[in-house]
């Protein structure tokens, strides 16, 4: 085998609560996430030149050691005692820094492509605990389709998957949220307590087989922050979503919709941002895509 091409799919986040601060410095969380049809392109071959090339079309992406792709194949190639280098060529589709995990979801993709392409294989806690510390987002992305996400979000719980949904994506135009503001906006309300329904709703969610209500920690803080972010929630219900929501801490907001040519005419009152239509993907969809037995 010569290289691997494989697709680096977004995610979006149907539920997303902070519980805390943890000792540790992270913050509990309790989301559920569901893999989109948005996707990036990593093509991994082996290099005559020692140690790691990673190339992008994305000019403002680094190429070295903070890159997720690059630190992904520098501890899989020591787990591995690959001596070989390894070159990666990144072709970017999902926004940087918009809450639909682009770089976990490269990072996930880079262990899995170069398994692929040395056909080997990790014992299963290894390659999770490879993944959790590369970032907390990492490990959902070698499961795919929807799946609890508990501790960090780092622990992944798989779940039923819903039936297919269309979904239509806005990233906005000059708009960024770290994700380290947007923790710190919303520190103040974390002592709050939470009344019990928050907890029986949430359970509710993660089991059920129909889509419900989405909801996202992060939006009272990063909308008060960033209003166009509120109206453009606003404009998606308006369009016909059923549902709409904050992708991740942001600054995507997303909408869920019954059919793609709703989704296209919802579309065209953002002409001044990128805007994706796009679907679910069930995990039989995803691993599939992915030429990956999954980690079950």
């Known amino acids: 085998m010569n290289f691997v091409r494989i697709s680096a799919f977004a995610k979006v986040n149907l539920c997303l609560d902070i519980l805390g601060r943890r000792s540790d410095g992270y913050h509990e969380l309790r989301t559920v996430f569901q893999t989109i049809s948005l996707h990036d392109t990593l093509e991994v071959s082996f290099s005559r030149q020692p140690g790691i090339q990673l190339e992008c079309d994305d000019p403002s992406l680094p190429l070295g050691r903070e890159n997720l792709v690059w630190r992904a194949l520098d501890v899989l190639r020591r787990a591995l005692r690959l001596r070989s280098g390894v070159h990666v060529s990144l072709c970017k589709q999902i926004p940087a820094g918009r809450g639909l995990g682009g770089g976990s979801s490269d990072a996930a993709a880079a262990l899995i492509g170069l398994l692929r392409l040395t056909r080997r294989k990790l014992p299963a806690p290894r390659l999770l605990e490879i993944a959790s510390n590369l970032g907390a987002d990492v490990p959902f992305f070698l499961y795919g389709g929807r799946a609890l996400g508990v501790g960090r979000g780092d622990e ?66 990063v909308f008060a922050r960033h209003p166009r972010l509120g109206i453009i929630k606003r404009k998606l219900l308006q369009g016909g979503a059923a549902e709409a929501a904050l992708a991740g801490s942001g600054s995507a907001v997303f909408g869920v919709f019954p059919d793609p040519a709703q989704a296209r005419r919802a579309a065209r009152s953002f002409s001044d941002d990128r805007v994706f239509v796009v679907r679910t993907l069930s995990r039989k969809e995803y691993l599939r895509a992915l030429g990956w037995p999954g980690v079950f």
Do not use: H, M
């Not at 135009?173 to 949430?202: H, N, Q």
């Open 156 to 221: 992944i719980f798989p779940l039923p998957d819903l039936p297919r949904r269309t979904v239509l994506v806005v990233s906005p135009a000059a708009i960024a949220v770290p994700t380290r503001d947007a923790y710190a906006w919303v520190s103040s309300t974390l002592t709050d307590r939470r009344p019990a329904f928050k907890i029986w709703s949430f359970c509710a969610l993660c089991w059920s087989t129909q889509w419900s209500v989405l909801s996202n920690g992060f939006e009272k803080a």
